[in-house]
């Protein structure tokens, strides 16, 4: 059907075998191209060690979360600013990603443990994260919480009671200044329930922002059917100088049909990162850059 076809290539081999094999031989030498700039990059980083630690189980995952119930999180909450930069002028804040650590939260709670290492239960701790982020905004006395801010969240989690609770606490006109990001694994697990929760928050006026879009998966998305008001582009060395020129021309023309005002470049710890998302015609950056260069500031 129509949905299918987006997401593949049909060919007829007894008519087509040449072009076939013409684009599964590209297919593969770009892959093994990227593997070998990959590999290289991962030799020249003397910071990287071996993760020594344990893999999360359920047990520790059911101690954590009842944990997780009793602990003030407000010292695991942490700022991050998406700003636009224009040209080599200095970072303007547009707004600012709200997250909880997991990092520190780890450190603190399980430091032998990796809490990372199983998705399924990663994504199960997400859950319960979502619900005291949420219980922590809408308590919260700070006036820097109360609009221009983003937050990340599963679907599942703006179709609670403790998504409306928060939504009642919000101050009046702030809605539209709150960005809700939502993972790409989340939606597509089930399709039906995002559709559902997506015209609920955007009838309230909320914006949305689809997080985690790689430049090689970024072909298959439609901002404007999805019903995103913004994409975050994950920065990778394949989109840099060093990178494949002819694929990112194409996300370039990727960036100018979704709207250049549209996409954040997101792990932008470089200037070179920078300087190659403007000339993929971006706007909006987050990063550990960008966080220097506001401290400068």
């Known amino acids: 059907d129509e949905a299918a076809a987006r997401f593949c290539t049909w060919y007829n081999i007894e008519t087509s075998y040449k072009t076939f094999l013409t684009d599964v031989e590209r297919l593969y030498e770009e892959e093994q191209e ?5 590999a290289a990059a991962a030799a020249q980083d003397n910071k990287k060690v071996e993760d020594e630690r344990r893999p999360l189980t359920p047990e520790q995952l059911g101690r954590l979360e009842d944990y997780l119930e009793r602990t003030d999180l407000s010292g695991v909450l942490r700022r991050q600013n998406i700003c636009a930069v224009i040209a080599n002028n200095p970072p303007q804040s547009v707004f600012k990603e709200l997250y909880i650590s997991i990092g520190d939260l780890a450190t603190t709670m399980m430091p032998d443990v990796n809490l990372v290492s199983n998705r399924w239960l990663f994504q199960h701790l997400t859950q ?41 606490s919000l101050r ?27 015209d609920f928050v955007r009838e309230k006026g909320y914006r949305l922002c689809l997080d985690g879009v790689t430049d090689n998966f970024i072909d298959l998305i439609d901002r404007q059917k999805m019903g995103f008001d913004l994409i975050k582009l994950v920065w990778s060395p394949d989109l840099g100088a060093e990178g494949n020129t002819a694929r990112r021309g194409e996300v370039a023309a990727m ?34 850059y960008i966080d220097t260069m506001l401290r400068k500031q």
Not at 34 to 38: D, F, P, S
Not at 144 to 159: A, H, K, P
Request: with cysteine; charged share 25%.
């Open 255 to 288: 960036v100018k049909e979704m709207g250049k005002s549209r996409v954040i470049l997101s792990r932008c710890d470089t200037p070179a990162a920078v300087r190659s998302g403007q000339e993929m015609g971006i706007a909006m950056f987050q990063g550990r």
């Open 128 to 168: 319960t994260l979502d619900l005291r982020m949420l219980r922590l905004l809408s308590r919260a006395d700070d006036s820097d919480l109360y609009s221009s801010f983003s937050v990340n969240l599963n679907v599942s989690t703006l179709l609670l009671r403790e998504f409306l609770d928060f939504d009642a």
């Open 172 to 198: 009046a006109g702030s809605r539209g200044t709150i960005v809700i990001e939502l993972q790409p694994l989340d939606i597509f697990a089930d399709y039906a329930r995002f559709m559902f929760a997506r």
């Open 34 to 38: 990227r593997a070998r700039r990959l």
